[in-house]
């Protein structure tokens, strides 16, 4: 099945255009997808019976950038030695997800019939942030707005709109392209001081966590910032400037993120311990630039001077970057506190960062800090009213990378597991984004939704849908009720 993607979604919600068979090598497929299939026996011993389709009260996104089924493959290896082992794989259920941008498409005739395909017609991050927060495919490097340049609203929007509390976190810059496609409307995504000011001055948001430290390193020392020249200011840029960073630090009161009528101060957070602090006192609204430049522990100096043939945690991890995790358990504390509920993104922002480098090792030490912020959500969903009143979406913006098996010619296997802490059998194909599916799980009020939606077959993954669907999804279920 082809599907041609347009600036926005058709009357079913899925993107309009040709929809055509082709003749595919049936005998490679097999073999594909009977190495998958030996794998999604270990991955789905049972799968989730969906939600209610009544709104949820509290909606949460996961998103690791960058990271697809392979990547996932890999960090279960060496986290437990073999696949399946995650609780999201073992109670949720299991659905494919197509990413390109607007104009592009995805066939999985052409998708298995080499590399070549998949390498060409990538989303960025921008462009699928977009389109899972506003259900409108726009181009690459737009934040926010369709192809057109026009704002789109989007699920944070709608959440607000709600009463809803509401919040981004990630591991990089806090005003990178995924965290700033769910809450910022400009046309380009390296307009970080913009980004970064529409953040904190003018949306009503009331978490944002991540790095971009104006004063501090990727090794999470302090560095000495001084004068006004080009170089200071791309220090501020994250963070939108030298007067949004004073902003911060005195206190300033921005927008008005409880609805009374007065701008609200953020309580800005600068260290790990203020984060880990966060679930016995949380404070009404938080900004937390934590002390590192760009990513969290990914640009961190190898031990060797090259993180490439790093093992995992071969150099040891900055003791002063917080865990994925414990960043997600302070943002859920300060964002509980609503009575009407949440909206939550939490991005595994780093996975790509290291799949653009082939850094297997770093890949899977992000990766499993994402799973054990996934540990960390279901905790929390559990606790605080099930799942009929919650609805968790994990997922990725792309594949980055092009991750395979050992021996991996002219097709894609599984990458193979050696047992527990040992580093699994891959190789790299690519240092870019590619068009391949992704995994999406679902679970809680409203999952039955993206089943539905999930009407494109693909002989290895099954049934997928769009990211620009799973917008859609979301923005219906954030209606406000007649």
Known sequence: ??????????????????????????????????????????WFPSLAVAGPDA???????????????????????????????????????ALAMSTCPAGGSYDPAEAYAGFDACKKGATDSAAAATAMATGVKTRNSAIGVDVDGNPRSNV?????????????????????????????????????????????????????????????????????????????TERYGYVGGVDTWQALLTGKPMADADGDGAPDPWTLVQTRAGIQELPGAPPKRV?????????????????????????????????????????????????????????????GGAVDWASHRNQLGRMIEEQIDFHQAIDAVIDWAEANGGWDKNLVVITADHECGYLCGPDSVTDCTPVQCRGKGSMPKAE?????????????????????????????????HGAYLDNADMGEILLGLLKPTP
């Open 428 to 460: 790299w194909h690519s240092i870019e984004h590619t068009n391949r599916l992704v995994p999406l799980y679902v679970r809680g009020a409203g999952a039955s939704l993206f089943t539905d939606k999930a009407t494109g077959s693909d002989p290895v």
């Open 55 to 93: 709104p949820p009260h509290n909606v949460i996104v996961m998103i690791s950038d960058g990271g697809g089924y392979n990547h996932i493959l890999a960090a279960s290896c060496y986290q437990d030695g073999e696949p399946g082992q995650q609780r999201y794989q073992k109670t949720f259920i």
């Open 287 to 347: 900004a937390a630039v934590l002390p590192v430049r760009e990513t969290m522990q990914v640009q961190r100096t190898a031990v060797d001077g090259d993180p490439k043939d790093d093992a995992p945690y071969e150099t040891p991890l900055l003791p002063t970057s917080p865990t994925l995790a414990e960043m997600t358990r302070g943002a859920l504390a300060v964002l509980g506190q609503d009575p009407d509920g949440l909206f939550l993104m939490i991005e």
């Open 156 to 232: 944070v929007e709608a959440a607000e709109a709600l009463g809803k509390a509401t919040g981004v976190i990630t591991t990089v810059p806090l005003s990178h392209a995924t965290p700033a496609g769910f809450v910022a409307h400009v046309t380009s995504r390296g307009n970080y001081e913009a980004i970064a000011r529409e953040m904190f001055h003018n949306s009503t948001v009331d978490v944002i966590m991540g790095a971009g430290h104006p004063l501090f390193d990727d090794d999470g020392k302090p560095v000495a910032v001084e004068g006004t020249g080009p170089e200071v």
């Open 1 to 42: 099945m082809v599907l041609q993607a347009s600036s926005g979604p058709s009357s079913f919600g899925r993107p309009s255009g040709e929809r055509k068979m082709k003749p595919v090598n049936t005998l490679c497929l097999a073999v594909r997808s009977f190495w998958w299939m030996l794998v999604a026996i270990q």
